[in-house]
């Protein structure tokens, strides 16, 4: 395998993984759960309509070098703003929405931090 090849996919592991949870939360999810599951995919869907959330996830992968703070900070926000949900602060906010809003900024976050690693390939 190409040297270039090899610093490319060692960088984008986190990337890499990222992307194949989000495969496998939607396959093991499809098994055990197919409704609930059904619905998150489809908001996720609604929300990549939603061009702000979509360029901020893109900026997020594509210019914070230190793309595990993207993710931590990711699912920090989630969890609270789970917790909060679950303490009654938010009313009209469901886990699920949030969750699927937690995929589309972690999926376009990774596809854009994983291209900023793969434009340095010259073949």
Do not use: C, W
């Not at 489809?42 to 594509?62: M, N, P, Q, S, Y």
């Not at 969890?79 to 900024?105: C, K, P």
């Amino acid at each position: 395998m190409n040297n270039q090849l090899k610093a490319i996919l060692s960088k984008a592991k986190l990337n890499l993984a990222i992307l194949g949870t989000i495969v496998l939360i939607a396959i093991l999810g499809k098994l055990i759960y197919p409704e609930i599951t059904h619905d998150i995919f489809e908001t996720a869907d609604k929300l990549v309509g939603d061009l702000i959330l979509v360029f901020v996830a893109i900026t997020l992968g594509a210019f914070i070098p230190h793309f595990k703070l993207v993710v931590l900070g990711s699912v920090g926000a989630f969890l609270a703003a789970a917790l909060a949900i679950q303490m009654g602060v938010f009313n009209d906010l469901t886990i699920d929405y949030l969750f699927a809003v937690l995929l589309v900024v972690l999926g376009f976050a990774s596809i854009a931090n994983l291209y900023r690693h793969y434009r340095d390939l010259r073949f």
